[in-house]
């Protein structure tokens, strides 16, 4: 069974950084595409970052040069790192994994920037 376990989210000043995980579970993790997804209040959950089973990534224009998502296929983990975090990141991060039209969600973490 397939389990994503998200941590690392917090209250982190404007211009900080944090760094988030997602935990995984199950032997198809490293054919898995894999996201960081976020939801801020009154607004639609969106793609933050993704990274591929080939290791291609993709970010939202908002965060390019700030975040880096990365991935460890050994501990079947992905990574989130941000850097420079703004009042506007404030948001609900999901991890999401997808493999074959097979989608997975964590349970989120919260990440804060106050203004």
């Known amino acids: 069974q397939v389990q994503l376990v998200e941590s690392g989210g917090g209250l982190v000043q404007a211009g900080g950084s944090l760094i988030l995980s997602c935990a995984a579970s199950?032997?198809?993790?490293?054919?898995?595409?894999m996201g960081w997804y976020r939801q801020a209040p009154g607004k639609q959950r969106e793609l933050v970052a993704a990274?591929?089973?080939?290791?291609?990534?993709v970010y939202v224009d908002s965060v390019k040069g700030r975040f880096t998502i990365s991935r460890d296929n050994a501990k079947n983990t992905v990574y989130l790192q941000m850097n420079s975090l703004k009042p506007e990141d404030t948001a609900v991060y999901y991890c999401?994994?997808?493999?074959?039209?097979?989608?997975?969600w964590g349970q989120g973490t919260q990440v804060t920037v106050p203004s």
């Open positions: 999401r994994q997808e493999r074959s039209d097979y989608v997975y």
């Open positions: 199950g032997i198809i993790f490293r054919l898995s595409n």
């Open positions: 990274i591929g089973a080939s290791g291609t990534t």
